[in-house]
T-cell receptor, first 108, second 115 residues
Framework: GQSLEQPSEVTAVEGAIVQINCTYQ??????LSWYQQHDGGAPTFLSY????GLEETGRFSSFLSRSDSYGYLLLQELQMKDSASYFC?????????FGAGTTVTVRA | GAGVSQSPSNKVTEKGKDVELRCDPI?????LYWYRQSLGQGLEFLIY????????KSGLPSDRFSAERTGGSVSTLTIQRTQQEDSAVYLC?????????????FGPGTRLTVT
């Protein structure tokens, strides 16, 4: 099966940088994804890493180290609208297994 | 284009009743997934469809839960004899196919409350 660990909460001020770490144990691995979910909303896809290294998409970047079973999501130039829950997810044979989520609170 | 749609958006039912939840995926997406999310929790995988077949039903919590997909499009999740622990948000997602399962598009969910 799969298990994923990520911090439960992070608080930061506008303009700051936040890094959300995710470690995983999986019987099969086909990539690490990140999703954002605003309160009461649907999860939305942010990024996906299949290979080691850093992927940058605007203010958000995602990193993967397969040898360490570790990845992170980096949120830069934090804005109030970034307050949300962020989930890492690994793909096994068919399905995505999600972490419990990290609630990011951005303060003015 | 249209995203994933789900209906109803909210459902309140009495314990012991059956409920049907509907998901209409993005047109052309062959893979469809059902998840359950309890308040403040992560997403719990329920079932995956590729076309009309379900290669992975491993997440269905009990035999009271069943799902079908017809015409490679709309899917229905049925919960029989609902229990209070079934109360949650039921989310549906689709991807172009399972090889692209890392990038799933989610519907707004159905909030189920069992009283």
């Amino acid at each position: 099966g799969q298990s994923l660990e990520q911090p439960s909460e992070v608080t930061a001020v506008e303009g700051a940088i936040v890094q959300i770490n995710c470690t995983y144990q999986t019987s099969g691995f086909y990539g690490l994804s990140w999703y954002q979910q605003h309160d009461g909303g649907a999860p939305t896809f942010l990024s996906y890493n299949a290979l080691d290294g850093l992927e940058e998409t605007g203010r958000f970047s995602s990193f993967l180290s397969r040898s360490d079973s570790y990845g992170y999501l980096l949120l830069q130039e934090l804005q109030m609208k970034d307050s949300a829950s962020y989930f890492c997810a690994v793909k096994g044979d068919y399905k995505l297994s999600f972490g419990a989520g990290t609630t990011v609170t951005v303060r003015a | 284009g249209a995203g994933v749609s789900q209906s109803p958006s909210n459902k309140v039912t009495e314990k012991g009743k059956d409920v049907e939840l509907r998901c209409d995926p993005i047109s052309g997406h062959t893979a469809l997934y059902w998840y359950r999310q309890s308040l403040g929790q992560g997403l719990e995988f329920l079932i995956y469809f590729q076309g009309n077949s379900a290669p992975d039903k491993s997440g269905l919590p009990s035999d009271r839960f069943s799902a079908e997909r017809t015409g490679g499009s709309v899917s229905t999740l049925t919960i029989q004899r609902t229990q209070q622990e079934d109360s949650a948000v039921y989310l549906c997602a689709s991807s172009l196919d399972n090889s692209l399962a890392n990038e799933q598009y989610f519907g707004p969910g159905t909030r189920l409350t069992v009283t």
